[in-house]
């Protein structure tokens, strides 16, 4: 299962989300919901390289895609979207 990490306040990650809904494969978690997903995904951004050029660009780095063997990619195309 994929998770994508995001907001629904974010349009890009609204888009996701409803792409995704129903996809058994798919997983989202809304890091704005909970403090708890919210520091998940921090620390996740925080030593991923990933994120390297979505911080250098002051970007927050959503929607963003852990797949299952727990590589991440901020591209929807690469997850198959």
């Known amino acids: 299962m994929i998770t994508v990490y995001g907001m629904p ?5 609204e888009t996701v989300e409803k792409e995704i809904r129903g996809n058994e494969n798919f997983r989202f978690v809304d890091i704005g919901s909970h403090v708890g997903k919210m520091k998940e995904f921090l620390r996740l951004r925080d030593k991923n390289p990933a994120f390297d050029e979505a911080k250098k660009n002051g970007y ?22």
């Open 9 to 13: 306040s974010c349009p890009d990650c």
């Open 60 to 81: 927050i780095g959503i929607p963003c895609f852990l797949r299952e063997d727990g590589s991440v990619t901020l591209s929807a195309e690469d997850v198959g979207l």
